[in-house]
């Protein structure tokens, strides 16, 4: 019984004096991030865009290196739009680069201190956009009218340029019909290739091109 006793009042003991295991190690500290974003702009560069955050020379160095492979630094274009992410000690946590609205590149360091970089895809959505229309003026006013972008409509100008000079047979009442493919993002839409197209002039008759494959073949 002796031997019980001893370490109920052991137990007893330990209770009465608060003895308690030591606390757990916290997880150390670590910076809060500071995001900085915006555009490339007018004779603007990326190293500027990274010194004007406080980013070491170095860094920004290895970043835009680790970069190189997905954009050439000269041909940057004004509304690149980046996002730099460092801590509240100036070290660069993480850079995004896009050059466009659907797709980006994402620069981070290892632990040894060089850079990597990843190529990242927006998730698009792609549908078919028909259009078609009556000629007053010219082609241009009449698809500029409908909300139809200038790519679009150089696009269309080409399909058909081997067959139709657009500056001179165009007439009054001449109709077209255009069908196209279109992908979205977000608020993002971007105009593909051209399924199909018919012109019907007084001039030029009625001139078909469509699709298939990479080419492109009339109703001939």
Known sequence: MRPRLNLFFA???LFLTGC?????EKPPVQDDVIVSSGTIGVGGSLSEALERTGISPFESTQAQIALKPFVNPRRMKPK????IFKSTTSKLVRLH?????FEFFVITPSTS???TGRAHKVATEETLVGASGKIQVSLWEAMTSQGISPEMIYRFADLFGWRIDFLTEPRAGDTYKVVWRR?????ASQDGDIICAIYQGKETGRVVAFQHGDEYFDDR
């Not at 992908?183 to 608020?187: D, E, I, L, V």
């Open 11 to 13: 137990a007893l003991l």
């Open 20 to 24: 308690n295991p030591p606390p757990a």
């Open 80 to 83: 690149d739009r980046y996002e």
């Open 97 to 101: 680069y896009w050059p466009n609205d």
């Open 113 to 115: 201190g060089t850079f």
């Open 183 to 187: 992908r979205s993002a977000q608020n």
